[in-house]
């Protein structure tokens, strides 16, 4: 649609806006903990030696950031959602709540949480995966209403929880 029939002919007139207003990110949480980093070339490596699928060949940024597994479970009851979100099935479903925590990861915290797909006690499920500066991968699930939300659960897990293919 172009800027004329959106604006009902009339030229689009620009509005002064304040910082305050043009700022969209959230301030920062403030917490300790450790940051390090690895560039995309070696975290794809690392999920492609791990048996991962790749869904997409775009990567966001340079490098991809992470912290300890201390500073993770600081980070994860503000990463874990509520059910209610869920109350719109395929509107808000579980990707969702993936796509949530990768975004306020990122926003809040500055650090990479990677969206996954894979087979779960309840079928086909999307979750979310984090790296520790250990080296280790974790998965976790952030709707609240699964048993093991808000926990760190390895890769092979009591839960069975498995995950297929990744995205950033």
């Known amino acids: ?20 207003e043009g700022n969209f990110l959230p301030e920062p949480k403030k917490f300790d903990y450790p940051v390090s980093s690895l560039n995309w070339t070696a975290i794809r490596k690392e999920l492609q030696a791990l048996g991962l699928g790749e869904m997409t060949d775009d990567m966001p940024d340079k490098d991809f950031f992470f912290t300890d597994e201390e500073g993770w479970e600081r980070i994860f009851p503000e990463l874990t959602y509520p059910a209610e979100y869920f109350a ?62 808000g926990e760190l659960l390895g890769l092979k897990n009591k839960y069975g929880w498995e995950p297929i293919k990744w995205k950033p």
């Not at 029939?5 to 305050?20: D, H, I, N, S």
């Open 1 to 20: 649609m172009c800027w004329s029939k959106l604006f009902g002919g009339k030229q689009r007139v620009e509005e002064e806006v304040t910082e305050e």
């Open 88 to 149: 719109d099935f395929e509107r808000r479903d579980c990707d969702d709540y993936s796509k949530k925590a990768s975004a306020d990861s990122s926003f809040y915290y500055g650090l990479n949480c990677l969206q996954v797909w894979g087979n779960t006690p309840y079928g086909f499920h999307a979750f979310s995966m984090v790296r520790l500066s250990s080296g280790d991968w974790k998965l976790f699930e952030p709707n609240a209403s699964f048993e093991c939300a």
